[in-house]
């Protein structure tokens, strides 16, 4: 069993930084793939990007690249996601999820998730 825990989450204005972290109890963390996921209200849970954590290749949505950043800390197990010039639609909870064998952009490929943390950006 894989649990993972978020944090870093907040408000913040539009254009500014946050960093969101999640460690991992697995202990096949550096062999798994880790991707990050939003969600905002009404709305379908949305891709972000991903990490192969031993490889450290990544993959971003459209809609972030340029501005997010995956990168990870093996030994902390942990995965980072810096998230620059943000915008209000980037307001959202945003969960990290891990999976042994997938490394795509859908949701029902990752088996373990996080509780998700709220990330609200203000204009």
């Known amino acids: 069993q894989v649990q993972l825990v978020e944090s870093g989450g907040g408000s913040v204005q539009a254009g500014g930084s946050l960093r969101l972290s999640c460690v991992s109890s697995?202990?096949?963390?550096?062999?798994?793939?880790m991707g990050w996921f939003r969600q905002a209200p009404g709305k379908e849970r949305e891709f972000v990007g991903r990490?192969?954590?031993?490889?450290?290749?990544?993959i971003y949505a459209d809609s972030v690249k340029g501005r997010f950043t995956i990168s990870r800390d093996n030994a902390k197990r942990t995965v980072y996601l810096q998230m620059n010039s943000l915008k209000p639609e980037d307001t959202a909870v945003y969960s990290c999820a891990s999976s042994r064998t997938y490394s795509g952009s859908s949701p029902s490929g990752y088996g373990y998730w996080g509780q998700g943390t709220q990330v609200t950006v203000s204009s």
């Open positions: 990490i192969v954590l031993s490889t450290a290749n990544t």
């Open positions: 697995g202990r096949t963390f550096s062999t798994s793939n």
